[in-house]
């Protein structure tokens, strides 16, 4: 994620996202872009996410990108990959249920995107369960296909 957003206020909020499920959202927007169904770029942990669902994005189902915001109970289907973090996100994440669509290859990828800097990307993950069509279980399950810590991800 590329620009400027976020700030220095580890704990901002912007508000409530209760209740909410996002459909086939993420694609068509411009050619070399492609978000998730959600993208949250540097949002603090005054923030309350809960309940949310995301459903066929394209690419991710939610992206972190820096930022401490904390998600809990939060639903994933049908994306090529549920989690995606990186640029130093401090967050948590519990109660996340994924289950990935055709064509998927991880559940969770965590990186820095610029190794060396902080803060490095490192996220609390509990209550994750992964899962997936029958036919890709030996892509999700397989030792590089569930989860990928790269660049600096801790």
């Given at each position: 994620?590329d620009?400027?957003?976020?700030?220095?206020?580890?704990?901002?909020?912007?508000?409530?996202?209760?209740?909410?499920?996002?459909?086939?959202?993420?694609s068509?927007?411009?050619t070399?872009?492609?978000?998730?169904g959600?993208?949250?770029?540097g949002?603090?942990?005054?923030t309350?996410?809960e309940?949310?669902?995301?459903?066929?994005?394209?690419?991710?189902?939610?992206?972190?990108f820096?930022?401490?915001?904390?998600s809990?109970r939060?639903?994933?289907?049908?994306?090529?990959m549920q989690?995606?973090?990186?640029?130093?996100?401090?967050?948590?994440l519990?109660y996340?249920?994924?289950?990935q669509?055709?064509?998927?290859g991880?559940?969770?990828?965590v990186?820095?995107?610029?190794?060396?800097l902080?803060p490095?990307?490192?996220?609390?993950i509990g209550?994750?369960t992964p899962?997936s069509?029958p036919?890709f279980?030996?892509?999700?399950?397989?030792?590089?296909?569930g989860?990928?810590?790269?660049?600096?991800?801790?």
């Open positions: 994620m620009g400027l957003y976020g700030g220095a206020v580890s704990d901002d909020d912007s508000g409530s996202l209760r209740y909410v499920q996002v459909k086939y959202a993420g068509g927007l411009a070399g872009f492609n978000p998730g959600i993208t949250f770029g949002v603090g942990s005054g309350d996410v309940h949310v669902q995301v459903y066929n994005a394209p690419r991710h189902g939610i992206g972190y820096g930022g401490t915001v904390n809990r939060i639903v994933v289907t049908g994306s090529a989690l995606d973090i990186d640029h130093g996100y401090r967050g948590s519990q996340v249920i994924g289950v669509g055709a064509g998927g991880r559940s969770v990828n990186a820095s995107a610029r190794p060396g902080s490095a990307s490192d996220p609390i209550n994750f899962g069509d036919a279980l030996s892509v999700l399950f397989d030792c590089a296909g989860v990928l810590t790269r660049r600096g991800g801790v």
